[in-house]
């Protein structure tokens, strides 16, 4: 499988009225969302952007209404243009691409899963499923084959024939995840794909992507409000307010060392169990003669379960290869567990 490309947001800012680039320049002087709007009747809708994707990774893009992260990623297959600024996928800048190539990437390269689902309501599920190959000018046959192994992967064979109209709101989102995927597209865009579907059925979504994910390696842009979701899918995390970024990277970083006030807030009541790894709390200075283990990458509520089963205190944490490189007591781990966040 070829490495998953990764994409590079730099300097974007995105500026709504007819003057946005004469605006760009008010923004990066001082001026903020507020007097933008109040003096001049402009909308800061992205203010400096710079983030770095990772290829075959999750980068979750968080904030809550308003914080301009449904606009950011509209910017990545350019259904909205730039004021400034650059969209990189590999070498190629998307915000210079002509109309053809930008029809091309997002025919070929992008796919997206939208929180609305956004199912052809005359189509049944195979219909809807195929709907992005045929676009493509891929043969029925061909693109049957393809879309029947997704639907098959997303836990809907059996409802080929099925319209949006006779499903749930997490089957009609299965179908929505197994049209990107037959796609076969290199990016995955997901604007609150999970947002309107029950806490169990999301949840359940959630693990299919990850199971997905682990195969497939894509590089897939997340976008939600939703903390616990941003923590469970991400590989790395960028937060917004206002258009800006105020925090970026992985789920541990940001509990771990919140930037300011507002993100604490976010952090305060994470189960920080399932998001700190043991490699972050043990003593790499020592290590045990024989006794429990515990894998590095671990997740401290794991090994919180392993003490509890085995009736130990200590255990060795091990490499890959099983070779111990620290300590990890009960006590280190219920204490990181339980220690709140702060700035």
């Known amino acids: 499988m070829a490495e998953a490309t990764g994409i590079e947001i730099r300097n974007l800012y995105k500026i709504f009225g007819p003057d946005g680039e004469t605006m760009v320049e008010k923004v990066k002087a001082g001026m903020s969302k507020t007097e933008l709007n109040e003096d001049f009747n402009h909308v800061l809708g992205l203010n400096d952007i710079n ?37 990189l996928y590999g070498d190629e800048d998307v915000c210079k691409m002509s109309a053809r190539e930008l029809r091309e990437f997002r025919r070929h390269k992008t ?44 836990g809907l064979e059996g409802f080929e024939d099925y319209y949006p109209n006779q499903l749930s709101g997490g089957m009609q989102q299965r179908v ?23 806490p169990l059925i999301r949840m359940d979504m959630q693990s299919v992507l990850l199971d997905l994910q682990e195969e497939l390696h894509k590089t897939i842009v997340f976008i ?8 469970r899918l991400g590989d790395r995390i960028a937060i917004l307010r206002d258009g800006a970024v105020i925090q970026q990277g992985t789920g541990q970083d940001i509990v771990l060392n919140p930037a300011d006030e507002y993100i604490s807030s976010f952090v305060k009541e994470v189960n920080r169990g399932r998001v700190i790894i043991v490699d972050t709390v043990m003593d790499r200075d020592n290590k045990l003669e024989g006794g429990l283990t515990i894998p590095t990458g671990v997740m401290l509520e794991e090994a919180a379960k392993s003490f509890a089963d085995s009736g130990e205190s200590k255990a060795n944490v091990v490499d890959a290869s099983g070779t111990p490189v ?3 007591t009960v006590q280190d781990t219920i204490t990181a567990m339980v220690t709140p966040a702060s700035h």
């Open 111 to 154: 796919a997206m899963v939208f929180q609305k689902f956004a199912l052809l309501p005359h189509r049944t599920v195979m219909k809807n499923t195929v709907y992005g190959l045929e676009i493509q000018g891929v043969g029925a046959k061909e693109a049957e084959e393809r879309a029947a192994r997704w639907i098959a992967r997303v």
């Open 224 to 231: 939600t409000h939703d903390l616990d979701e941003a923590l």
């Open 51 to 87: 983030i770095s994707m990772p290829g075959g990774k999750i980068q979750v893009v968080m904030g809550l209404s308003g914080s301009g992260k449904s606009t950011l990623i509209r910017h990545i297959n350019r259904l909205i243009d730039p004021t400034a600024g650059e969209v």
């Open 176 to 198: 929505g995840l197994a049209r990107a995927l037959t796609n076969d597209a290199d990016i995955l865009l997901m604007d609150e794909a999970f947002s309107a579907l029950d």
């Open 326 to 328: 620290g300590i990890l």
